[in-house]
């Protein structure tokens, strides 16, 4: 069995999760609170034009473009389904290590999907442009 990574499953942790909402944007009277957030498993993962962009620390789904009433757990299970943070009976302190590894054997693998696919749509456009030069260059040889 792998080691636990201290910073890698920081994020299990609802504290933690909470620390990110620095400067989310909603605060008080509404359902999006930082913790309600922090407890649905987003963690505020803001970028320059978008300061209200979270993302589930789990299966990765970021959402943005929330409103005040919206309630984060519900909209973490109808954005996101199969996420099994969101589907735990229990709280993270409270499994067993077996659980977690298993848990945790889950979220490497969406992790890895995640960061293939980026590889694969960065190729994907690379082509496309590539293509594009070639076409261009073709047609001027003609
Ligand atoms: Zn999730």
Redesign the pocket.
Known sequence: MEPIDEEDIKMYFYENRLKTFEGWPFDEDCACTPENMAKA?FIHTPSGNSPDIAM??????ELEGWEPEDDPQKE?ISH?SA?Q??ALKKEVEKLTVEEFFKLQKERRKLIINKSCSEVVTKFEEAAVLRRADLVKTAMGEE
Do not use: E, N, T
């Open positions: 498993g589930c620390f789990f299966c990765l789904k973490h996101s996420c943070f969101i």
